[in-house]
C-alpha cells in the first residue's frame, strides 16, 4: 500500500482520465480515490496520513452526517431497540441458522451443498442472495460476546461474492434467482448499508473492510445503473432503483453517482406514474405489494429528506396518497382485507397495516395515518429512523378516518362500509385484473371478504410461494365465489423458471363491472366476468348492501345447457338446517347467517390447512339464480330464527307484502316504506302498478308523497308506471343502478 501526500498529488493529475465506477469488478483503494470528484480529492489529499487511513476516517465522517442516523449513536439506540423489540432470541436464532448452513467463503451458483452436506435450492439461494440473516449475524456479534470471528464472516462472505464475480460464477436466472438481479441486489445492498453502519465503532472491523464495502457497494451501484437504464414493470426494478438512490446520495463523492441519483429517480417516478393506479392503489392489487412499494420509496424519500434533497413535488404527493390507499381499504378494527398475494404470515385473514402507516406518520406527521400507527415500527425499519422520529412516535396524534363507501374503479375494488367503530360492517368486493402483470392476481373474480363485529367474516387467506399447496390457496376454492360444474377461475398454472415456488395462472376471467351505486339506503354493486364462457354459461353477480343491517348477494346464470351451480363462502359453517341457512358463530356469540332465499340442492364442507368453507350446489339447471343474505348478528335472540314459520331477516319480513308480485320465482322483502323485489315482471300496489320487460330486480321506497324506484338489476330495463291516482301511465329505460322519483 502506497503512503503519502504524493499519492494523492499523482492521481489528482490523472483524474481527468478515470474511468467510471465499473460494475465488473471491485475496486481497489487508489481506484477509489481515482474515482472521487476532484473537489473530494483535493480535500482528502490534506490529510498527512495513508491512502487507506484517509478514505476510512472520510467516509465514517460521511457516514455519520448522511446516514438515516449517526453510527456514534449505535450503542444508545441499542439497549432501546432491544427493550421494544424483545427479539434477542431471534437474531440469535436465525444468525446460528445461517451460520450452520453456510461457509463464509460460500459458493454463489447452484449446485452446492450446505455445510451438513444436503444440496441448497433455489428457493434458499434467493435468500442468500438477500443476506437478510446476516443482519442477524451482526446483532448476535453485539448481543453476545462480540465474537470477533462474526465481523469476519460478514467480511468474507462479502468478498466471497466479489471472487464470484471475478470468477464469472454465480447465478444468472434474471427473472428468477439471479444473484445480481435487482430485487436481490437492492435487498442485499439495503441490508449491508445496515450492518455497515452498525459495524463503523468495531476495531474489528478494520479500515480495509470498511473501504471493501464501499468499493463493493459501489459495484452494485453500477450494476444495478447498467442495467436499469429502461423502465421494467414491477416491484423488482422498484427494490433495485430504490437501493441504487440511497446508494448514489451516500457515496455522492464518487464521479458518476449523480447519474446514479438521476436515473433511480427518474425510474422511481416512473413507477409512481405506471404503477400506481390513479385511484391510489399499487397495480398488482395487492395490499403486500402496495406496502412492499411504499417501503422502497419511504428509504429515498427518508433519505432525500435527511440530506437536504429536494424530491419531485408530484414524487411526494404519490408517496402521501399511498398511505391515503391503506386507510380506504382498511377495516373498522385498523387492519385491512387480504387481497391476492398477500405473503407476511401465511393463512392469516387480514392484514396488519400499523407499520406501513407509521412509515406514514413519520414521513407527514398527518393525525389520520396516526390512526392506524403504532408506537413502534417494523424492527428492520426502525434502523433507518432518525433519533427524532423514534422521539415522535411517544406522542402520536391520532384522528379516526370519515371514508364512508367508495371504489378504486382503475384497480377494481369496491368497498361498501357502514363506519369505523370497532362493530361497524365492512365489505370489500374484486373486480380487478391488472393487465400489465397478473401475476399476482387469485381465481376471486367478482370475490367478496367482509367484516362485521370485529372479526373477519368470509375471509380470504394470506399465501406463501414456497408452500406445496401455494396454487390452491390462489384459487377459487379457497374464496368467496360462485362457480359452474367443476371449473375454477384460475388456469393453465405455471411456476417460475426460479424454482422458489412461485407461480401464476396463465388465464384468470375477465371483469366487466356493470353498475356502482351508493345511496343513504344501499350500496348496490354489479358485474360479470367471462370465466365460464368456455362451458358456454354468462353470470354475473349482483351485491346489494343494506345499511347498517346485511347484504344480499344474487348470482345469476344462464346457458343452453344444464349445469351444476354453485356457491363457495369461506368460514366454519353448520348446516343442520340444510343448505338454505349456513351459520357460523364466534366465540362471544355474534356471528352471520347465509340464507338462501330461493331454494338450493345440496352443501358440502370441504378444508385445509385449518380453514373450512361450504359450497352450495343447485344442480342439473340451465338457468339458476342464487339469491343470498349474509346476516350477521350478536347474541342468540338476535340471529335469524329458523324456528319461525315467519322468516324475518332483522325488520324485514321475507315475501310478506301489500305489494302483488308477479314473476317466475318472485322473492321479495318489506321494511316500513321500502321494498326489495327479485326476480319479478309485474309489481302492484293500490296506487302504482310497475311493469318490466321482463323479470327485473328493484328497490321501491315511499315517502313524503314521492316513490323512488331504483334498479338494483344486471341489465337495463324498461319500466312501464302506472299512476292509479292520476290515471297517468309513463315509461321510462331505467340501466343498473339508476333511480325514477315519482311525484303522487
Given at each position: 500500500?502506497?503512503?503519502?501526500?504524493?499519492?494523492?498529488?499523482?492521481?489528482?493529475?490523472?483524474?481527468?482520465?478515470?474511468?467510471?465506477?465499473?460494475?465488473?469488478?471491485?475496486?481497489?483503494?487508489?481506484?477509489?480515490?481515482?474515482?472521487?470528484?476532484?473537489?473530494?480529492?483535493?480535500?482528502?489529499?490534506?490529510?498527512?496520513?495513508?491512502?487507506?487511513?484517509?478514505?476510512?476516517?472520510?467516509?465514517?465522517?460521511?457516514?455519520?452526517?448522511?446516514?438515516?442516523?449517526?453510527?456514534?449513536?449505535?450503542?444508545?439506540?441499542?439497549?432501546?431497540?432491544?427493550?421494544?423489540?424483545?427479539?434477542?432470541?431471534?437474531?440469535?436464532?436465525?444468525?446460528?441458522?445461517?451460520?450452520?448452513?453456510?461457509?463464509?467463503?460460500?459458493?454463489?451458483?447452484?449446485?452446492?451443498?450446505?455445510?451438513?452436506?444436503?444440496?441448497?435450492?433455489?428457493?434458499?439461494?434467493?435468500?442468500?442472495?438477500?443476506?437478510?440473516?446476516?443482519?442477524?449475524?451482526?446483532?448476535h456479534y453485539f448481543n453476545g460476546n462480540k465474537d470477533p470471528k462474526l465481523i469476519q464472516y460478514f467480511e468474507n462472505q462479502m468478498r466471497s461474492l466479489n471472487t464470484a464475480l471475478d470468477a464469472n460464477a454465480?447465478?444468472?436466472?434474471?427473472?428468477?434467482?439471479?444473484?445480481?438481479?435487482?430485487?436481490?441486489?437492492?435487498?442485499?445492498?439495503?441490508?449491508?448499508?445496515?450492518?455497515?453502519?452498525?459495524?463503523?465503532?468495531?476495531?474489528?472491523?478494520?479500515?480495509?473492510?470498511?473501504?471493501?464495502?464501499?468499493?463493493?457497494?459501489?459495484?452494485?451501484?453500477?450494476?444495478?445503473?447498467?442495467?436499469?437504464?429502461?423502465?421494467?414493470?414491477?416491484?423488482?426494478?422498484?427494490?433495485?432503483?430504490?437501493?441504487?438512490?440511497?446508494?448514489?446520495?451516500?457515496?455522492?463523492?464518487?464521479?458518476?453517482?449523480?447519474?446514479?441519483?438521476?436515473?433511480?429517480?427518474?425510474?422511481?417516478?416512473?413507477?409512481?406514474?405506471?404503477?400506481?393506479?390513479?385511484?391510489?392503489?399499487?397495480?398488482?392489487?395487492?395490499?403486500?405489494?402496495?406496502?412492499?412499494?411504499?417501503?422502497?420509496?419511504?428509504?429515498?424519500?427518508?433519505?432525500?429528506?435527511?440530506?437536504?434533497?429536494?424530491?419531485?413535488?408530484?414524487?411526494?404527493?404519490?408517496?402521501?396518497?399511498?398511505?391515503?390507499?391503506?386507510?380506504?381499504?382498511?377495516?373498522?378494527?385498523?387492519?385491512?382485507?387480504?387481497?391476492?398475494?398477500?405473503?407476511?404470515?401465511?393463512?392469516?385473514?387480514?392484514?396488519?397495516?400499523?407499520?406501513?402507516?407509521?412509515?406514514?406518520?413519520?414521513?407527514?406527521?398527518?393525525?389520520?395515518?396516526?390512526?392506524?400507527?403504532?408506537?413502534?415500527?417494523?424492527?428492520?425499519?426502525?434502523?433507518?429512523?432518525?433519533?427524532?422520529?423514534?422521539?415522535?412516535?411517544?406522542?402520536?396524534?391520532?384522528?379516526?378516518?370519515?371514508?364512508?363507501?367508495?371504489?378504486?374503479?382503475?384497480?377494481?375494488?369496491?368497498?361498501?362500509?357502514?363506519?369505523?367503530?370497532?362493530?361497524?360492517?365492512?365489505?370489500?368486493?374484486?373486480?380487478?385484473?391488472?393487465?400489465?402483470?397478473?401475476?399476482?392476481?387469485?381465481?376471486?373474480?367478482?370475490?367478496?371478504?367482509?367484516?362485521?363485529?370485529?372479526?373477519?367474516?368470509?375471509?380470504?387467506?394470506?399465501?406463501?410461494?414456497?408452500?406445496?399447496?401455494?396454487?390452491?390457496?390462489?384459487?377459487?376454492?379457497?374464496?368467496?365465489?360462485?362457480?359452474?360444474?367443476?371449473?375454477?377461475?384460475?388456469?393453465?398454472?405455471?411456476?417460475?423458471?426460479?424454482?422458489?415456488?412461485?407461480?401464476?395462472?396463465?388465464?384468470?376471467?375477465?371483469?366487466?363491472?356493470?353498475?356502482?351505486?351508493?345511496?343513504?339506503?344501499?350500496?348496490?354493486?354489479?358485474?360479470?366476468?367471462?370465466?365460464?364462457?368456455?362451458?358456454?354459461?354468462?353470470?354475473?353477480?349482483?351485491?346489494?348492501?343494506?345499511?347498517?343491517?346485511?347484504?344480499?348477494?344474487?348470482?345469476?346464470?344462464?346457458?343452453?345447457?344444464?349445469?351444476?351451480?354453485?356457491?363457495?363462502?369461506?368460514?366454519?359453517?353448520?348446516?343442520?338446517?340444510?343448505?338454505?341457512?349456513?351459520?357460523?358463530?364466534?366465540?362471544?356469540?355474534?356471528?352471520?347467517?347465509?340464507?338462501?332465499?330461493?331454494?338450493?340442492?345440496?352443501?358440502?364442507?370441504?378444508?385445509?390447512?385449518?380453514?373450512?368453507?361450504?359450497?352450495?350446489?343447485?344442480?342439473?339447471?340451465?338457468?339458476?339464480?342464487?339469491?343470498?343474505?349474509?346476516?350477521?348478528?350478536?347474541?342468540?335472540?338476535?340471529?335469524?330464527?329458523?324456528?319461525?314459520?315467519?322468516?324475518?331477516?332483522?325488520?324485514?319480513?321475507?315475501?310478506?307484502?301489500?305489494?302483488?308480485?308477479?314473476?317466475?320465482?318472485?322473492?321479495?322483502?318489506?321494511?316500513?316504506?321500502?321494498?326489495?323485489?327479485?326476480?319479478?315482471?309485474?309489481?302492484?300496489?293500490?296506487?302504482?302498478?310497475?311493469?318490466?320487460?321482463?323479470?327485473?330486480?328493484?328497490?321501491?321506497?315511499?315517502?313524503?308523497?314521492?316513490?323512488?324506484?331504483?334498479?338494483?338489476?344486471?341489465?337495463?330495463?324498461?319500466?312501464?308506471?302506472?299512476?292509479?291516482?292520476?290515471?297517468?301511465?309513463?315509461?321510462?329505460?331505467?340501466?343498473?343502478?339508476?333511480?325514477?322519483?315519482?311525484?303522487?
Amino acid at each position: 500500500m502506497r503512503n503519502s501526500v504524493l499519492l494523492f498529488c499523482i492521481l489528482i493529475s490523472s483524474w481527468a482520465f478515470a474511468q467510471s465506477i465499473p460494475a465488473s469488478h471491485v475496486l481497489n483503494n487508489e481506484e477509489l480515490v481515482d474515482l472521487l470528484r476532484s473537489d473530494i480529492q483535493e480535500e482528502v489529499s490534506g490529510r498527512n496520513e495513508t491512502t487507506e487511513d484517509v478514505l476510512a476516517e472520510y467516509f465514517r465522517e460521511k457516514f455519520s452526517e448522511r446516514f438515516f442516523y449517526d453510527f456514534n449513536t449505535f450503542y444508545d439506540r441499542l439497549p432501546h431497540y432491544n427493550s421494544v423489540f424483545d427479539n434477542k432470541y431471534d437474531h440469535e436464532t436465525r444468525a446460528l441458522d445461517h451460520l450452520s448452513k453456510y461457509q463464509d467463503s460460500t459458493q454463489w451458483v447452484l449446485p452446492f451443498n450446505y455445510r451438513n452436506g444436503e444440496p441448497v435450492n433455489a428457493y434458499a439461494l434467493r435468500h442468500l442472495a438477500r443476506q437478510h440473516k446476516m443482519v442477524d449475524i451482526a446483532f448476535h456479534y453485539f448481543n453476545g460476546n462480540k465474537d470477533p470471528k462474526l465481523i469476519q464472516y460478514f467480511e468474507n462472505q462479502m468478498r466471497s461474492l466479489n471472487t464470484a464475480l471475478d470468477a464469472n460464477a454465480y447465478e444468472k436466472i434474471e427473472d428468477g434467482n439471479g444473484v445480481y438481479e435487482a430485487f436481490r441486489s437492492g435487498y442485499r445492498v439495503l441490508n449491508w448499508l445496515w450492518i455497515h453502519n452498525m459495524f463503523l465503532n468495531e476495531t474489528e472491523y478494520s479500515d480495509k473492510d470498511q473501504l471493501v464495502t464501499i468499493a463493493t457497494l459501489l459495484q452494485h451501484g453500477q450494476h444495478l445503473y447498467e442495467r436499469n437504464n429502461q423502465f421494467r414493470s414491477g416491484n423488482h426494478q422498484t427494490k433495485g432503483v430504490s437501493a441504487l438512490a440511497m446508494l448514489a446520495i451516500l457515496f455522492r463523492d464518487f464521479v458518476g453517482t449523480d447519474l446514479w441519483l438521476d436515473r433511480a429517480m427518474l425510474r422511481l417516478s416512473e413507477h409512481l406514474d405506471r404503477e400506481i393506479n390513479s385511484d391510489g392503489f399499487q397495480f398488482e392489487r395487492s395490499v403486500h405489494y402496495h406496502m412492499s412499494d411504499i417501503n422502497n420509496y419511504f428509504y429515498v424519500y427518508q433519505l432525500a429528506k435527511l440530506n437536504r434533497i429536494s424530491v419531485d413535488k408530484a414524487w411526494e404527493e404519490k408517496l402521501r396518497g399511498l398511505f391515503t390507499t391503506l386507510i380506504k381499504v382498511a377495516y373498522p378494527d385498523r387492519s385491512a382485507p387480504v387481497l391476492q398475494d398477500d405473503t407476511e404470515i401465511p393463512w392469516a385473514e387480514t392484514n396488519d397495516i400499523s407499520g406501513a402507516m407509521t412509515l406514514g406518520y413519520l414521513l407527514f406527521e398527518d393525525p389520520r395515518f396516526g390512526y392506524f400507527a403504532s408506537d413502534k415500527v417494523d424492527d428492520r425499519v426502525y434502523w433507518f429512523l432518525s433519533n427524532e422520529q423514534i422521539e415522535l412516535l411517544e406522542n402520536i396524534s391520532q384522528q379516526k378516518p370519515d371514508y364512508g363507501s367508495l371504489a378504486f374503479e382503475e384497480t377494481g375494488y369496491y368497498i361498501m362500509r357502514e363506519g369505523w367503530e370497532p362493530n361497524d360492517m365492512m365489505m370489500v368486493v374484486t373486480a380487478g385484473l391488472d393487465a400489465k402483470k397478473p401475476d399476482h392476481q387469485h381465481g376471486d373474480m367478482l370475490g367478496i371478504q367482509a367484516m362485521v363485529n370485529g372479526r373477519a367474516i368470509l375471509p380470504n387467506y394470506q399465501v406463501r410461494y414456497s408452500l406445496t399447496d401455494f396454487d390452491f390457496f390462489k384459487n377459487s376454492l379457497v374464496k368467496n365465489v360462485a362457480l359452474v360444474d367443476n371449473e375454477l377461475q384460475g388456469k393453465q398454472w405455471t411456476s417460475n423458471k426460479g424454482g422458489s415456488g412461485f407461480g401464476k395462472f396463465l388465464e384468470l376471467p375477465n371483469p366487466e363491472v356493470i353498475a356502482w351505486e351508493i345511496n343513504e339506503d344501499f350500496d348496490f354493486f354489479v358485474g360479470k366476468h367471462d370465466g365460464f364462457n368456455n362451458v358456454d354459461v354468462d353470470y354475473t353477480r349482483q351485491v346489494i348492501f343494506i345499511k347498517n343491517e346485511f347484504w344480499i348477494v344474487k348470482d345469476a346464470f344462464n346457458a343452453d345447457d344444464a349445469h351444476t351451480y354453485k356457491q363457495v363462502w369461506q368460514g366454519h359453517y353448520t348446516t343442520e338446517n340444510g343448505p338454505d341457512l349456513l351459520r357460523a358463530t364466534a366465540p362471544d356469540a355474534s356471528g352471520h347467517d347465509i340464507l338462501q332465499l330461493i331454494k338450493t340442492d345440496s352443501v358440502i364442507n370441504a378444508g385445509t390447512r385449518g380453514k373450512q368453507w361450504s359450497i352450495v350446489s343447485k344442480t342439473d339447471q340451465r338457468d339458476f339464480s342464487f339469491l343470498t343474505v349474509i346476516y350477521p348478528y350478536r347474541g342468540y335472540h338476535n340471529r335469524l330464527n329458523e324456528e319461525s314459520q315467519d322468516l324475518k331477516v332483522n325488520d324485514w319480513e321475507v315475501n310478506e307484502t301489500e305489494w302483488k308480485l308477479e314473476g317466475a320465482d318472485p322473492v321479495s322483502l318489506v321494511s316500513d316504506s321500502k321494498l326489495l323485489a327479485f326476480n319479478v315482471k309485474v309489481l302492484k300496489s293500490r296506487n302504482l302498478t310497475i311493469e318490466a320487460s321482463d323479470e327485473t330486480d328493484l328497490f321501491v321506497k315511499t315517502e313524503d308523497n314521492q316513490t323512488i324506484i331504483y334498479s338494483i338489476d344486471s341489465q337495463k330495463k324498461t319500466i312501464d308506471i302506472t299512476n292509479h291516482y292520476q290515471n297517468k301511465k309513463l315509461t321510462k329505460v331505467i340501466e343498473p343502478g339508476q333511480s325514477w322519483i315519482l311525484d303522487l
